[in-house]
């Protein structure tokens, strides 16, 4: 006989392993890692639960025989993201398109990347190639909107270290490997920058250094999972997006790619309370480098005693500043979003 919990730990398991974007797996595999955490399921009940998840459409299944594979199913966005469901349906995938060019467009241009916003519409929606743009600009593009789509497939269960590794393996989307700088994980050599803060002073700040990476991302996950939800909505959402792109930025987990993936990761607790992500505009990027300096520039670097005792977040009062700078990116956000409302 099956048990529902045991039914559920061979989902858990299949979701965690095997959800990934282009990731298949056979019969064989599956058992080996259930083997692996001490789930010893009899092949014939594997095969029966098998059927039955491609028969409810949570897996796709591919070949036959001995070829046989599987794939989970992830939902349309349309179908997990709250903040479309007052869209008209017609109107939905246009508005996901909208958002995904113009999130690509101001996180990439943040960094420095030099096509315009038609260029990346036009790179995104009908695969042109922008003459005299390097090949690089591209894959940033190709690359943020790949990982735009892991987002939303986060949005239905609890964030993982693993997701936040995939997510910066799409962001670096084709870039060159790099021993020194891997990708779809944490970083192996210190890392500092130097920058200019509100008031003109120049700084130089330091990240957290590689061996304390783990730890604290092992943190910052575990935050991102205990948000309550339910006390987020369209004026609170702004605060809580600052306090995890300020987290995030503390650590600086990354060789590259640090600036992209806060922006992409602090808004998972915005989605899944059902409102739309915060998009901040890179004619705007002047001000934000320099609330980040403001901020990061009064901090020592985070280790894992340090955020024990303080928390990823070691003095609140230095977090107001970039929370209302945050609050209206987001009116400017809704207000691309909910035309008609006039927010």
């Not at 989970?72 to 508005?95: H, K, W, Y």
């Not at 958002?99 to 960094?111: G, Y």
């Not at 509100?198 to 250094?209: K, R």
Request: with cysteine; hydrophobic share 40%; net charge neutral.
């Amino acid at each position: 006989m099956e048990y529902k919990s045991e039914i559920t730990a061979i989902w858990q398991v299949v979701e965690r392993q095997y959800g990934r974007v282009d990731q298949s797996f056979n019969l064989p595999e599956l058992r080996e890692v259930l083997n692996s955490l001490n789930l010893d399921i009899p092949e014939r009940t594997l095969r029966r639960r098998l059927l039955l998840w491609v028969g409810e459409g949570r897996l796709a299944r591919t070949g036959k025989k001995r070829g046989t594979r599987y794939q989970v199913i992830s939902p349309e966005p349309t179908q997990v993201l709250g903040f479309l469901q007052a869209i008209d349906p017609s109107r939905r995938n246009a508005l996901l398109s909208l958002i995904r060019d113009r999130w690509t467009h101001a996180s990439t241009a943040i960094e420095g990347n030099t096509l315009s916003l038609g260029d990346t519409h036009a790179i995104l929606e009908l695969g042109l190639t922008i003459s005299g743009k390097p090949l690089r600009e591209h894959q940033e593009v190709l690359g943020h909107a790949r990982a735009i789509d892991l987002l939303y497939r986060m949005v239905t269960h609890p964030v993982s270290v693993q997701n936040v590794l995939d997510l910066h393996k799409a962001v670096q989307h084709e870039i060159l490997v790099d021993t020194l700088a891997p990708l779809g994980a944490w970083k192996v050599e210190p890392n500092y920058t130097s920058s200019v803060t509100s008031s003109g002073e120049q700084v130089i700040i330091e990240y957290a250094a590689p061996d304390n990476v783990p730890s604290l991302m092992d943190a910052f996950v575990r935050a991102i999972n205990r948000w309550d939800l339910s006390a987020i909505d369209p004026a609170s959402a702004p605060a809580c997006y600052a306090r995890l792109h300020l987290a995030f930025v503390y650590i600086h987990p990354f060789a590259d790619g640090n600036g992209r993936m806060a922006r992409l990761v602090s808004n998972l607790p915005l989605l899944k309370a059902g409102l739309p992500p915060l998009l901040i505009d890179q004619d705007r990027r002047r001000k934000y480098i320099a609330l980040l300096a403001d901020y990061q520039s009064r901090l020592d670097p985070p280790n894992s005693e340090s955020v024990k005792d303080l928390g990823l977040w070691p003095e609140d009062k230095l977090v107001v500043p970039f929370e209302m700078f945050c609050a209206s990116c987001y009116q400017d956000t809704l207000q691309i979003i909910y035309p008609e409302k006039g927010q």
